[in-house]
Structures are given as structure tokens and as C-alpha cells.
């Protein structure tokens, strides 16, 4: 999937039945995703069909169904998300902005030792504080 091919909100909801399930049919996908939102079948079979020209899925007709699979790896596509999230925003708030995502997400103990470990680890070399990247060649306290 090419980079500026964002996956969307609603294309997100569609993609994580499909990781979930590895290989399903858009009966079943339909099914999923009306118990949880209110869309119509055409609705769902957009995304699928949006998802497809992206690159994120891949289908195969069966008799009458259609059958997807994800052709992007659930981890990589969501770090991508983030890495795409914190290039749009000043790095000054960055710190800021992964704390509230932590303070707000629900983590396992697995989870918070190896954060706590990322955040020894880069404690030893982190600057007093962060320059603010908004205007190129400019120093600014935003």
C-alpha cells in the first residue's frame, strides 16, 4: 500500500475485522460491521472495493462469495498511522500528545514494562528540551 493511501476511519473498522479473521467473506464482514455501526451492505462493499485499489486487500470470488485477505501486515500499517500522525505535528508536542495516549489507552503489564524500558533507554541521551520544527531555520517557542 502506497504511503499517501491513508486508510481511512471507516476503512480502519474493515481492515481490523479482516486482520482479526485472516480470510473472510464480505457476507461476514457485513454482518460484523452492522452490529457495531449503522451502515448499508453497499456501504461496506464501497470500503472493500476502496480497500482493494489501495493495496490493503486482496479478494478471490468462491462460488458466489468473495473472499478477502489483508495484503498489508495489521503492526506495520499501524505504524505507519503513527509515524504519519507525529510528522504532522510540532515535535514539541510530541511528548505531550504520547502521553495522553498512554494515559487514555488500556495497557497490558507487557506493554508498560517495555515502554518504561524504551523511555530509560532514551532518558540518557533526551535534550533538556525539544526545538519546535513548525518553521524551518526560525527557533520558535510555540
Known sequence: MEKDQQITPAEWR??????????????????????RVD?????????????????????????????????VAEQATMSNAADNLFDNICERRVGKTLCHVVKHAELSKADIDELV??????????????????????PMNC
Open 39 to 71: 451502515w448499508k451492505a453497499a456501504t461496506i462493499k464501497t470500503l472493500l472495493r476502496r480497500l482493494v485499489a489501495k493495496g490493503a486487500l486482496t479478494t478471490e470470488k468462491q462460488g458466489r462469495a468473495f473472499i478477502y485477505r489483508p495484503l
Open 14 to 35: 474493515v481492515m481490523r475485522i479482516v486482520w482479526s479473521l485472516g480470510s473472510t467473506t464480505s457476507r461476514e464482514i457485513t454482518e460484523l460491521l452492522q452490529r
Open 117 to 138: 524500558k524504551i523511555l530509560n533507554k532514551k532518558a540518557v541521551n533526551a535534550p533538556d528540551e525539544v526545538q519546535c520544527n513548525c518553521v524551518p531555520g526560525r
